[in-house]
């Protein structure tokens, strides 16, 4: 008679959290496709949180100027960011796809 597999159970999220932000080198296509979307996802959050603070730093700094250099500074940082969002939506839907389709390569060479 064999015993089952005890196999680990999948991290929690704040353990993901902390991988991610570790960066450690990991095969994404092998565990959870909803983990592995997370590991990738979160270093581009992070960066979009401090391009925003970033813009508040700016505006600070600016503001010393006058309201029209404010202004400015804000219309730009608007265009920025939403042009910035754009591309993660993209990077994210490109990284979505690609998992997706490789697993999916995975899956048919072991049927084979």
């Known amino acids: 008679m064999t ?23 990991q095969d994404y296509t092998a565990g959870s496709l909803n983990r592995s979307i997370l590991l990738l996802a979160i270093p581009m959050v992070l960066e979009l949180v401090l391009e925003s603070l970033f813009a508040v730093v700016d505006v600070f700094w600016v503001g010393r100027l006058g309201a029209d250099a404010v202004a400015t500074v804000g219309l730009t940082e608007s265009i920025q960011q939403g042009a910035f969002l754009a591309v993660v939506i993209a990077e994210c839907s490109i990284a979505a796809a690609s998992l997706v389709l490789f697993r999916h390569g995975r899956w048919k060479s072991r049927r084979i």
């Open 3 to 25: 015993t089952p597999v005890q196999s680990e159970p999948p991290p929690g999220f704040r353990a993901s959290i902390r991988e991610a932000l570790r960066g450690s080198h």
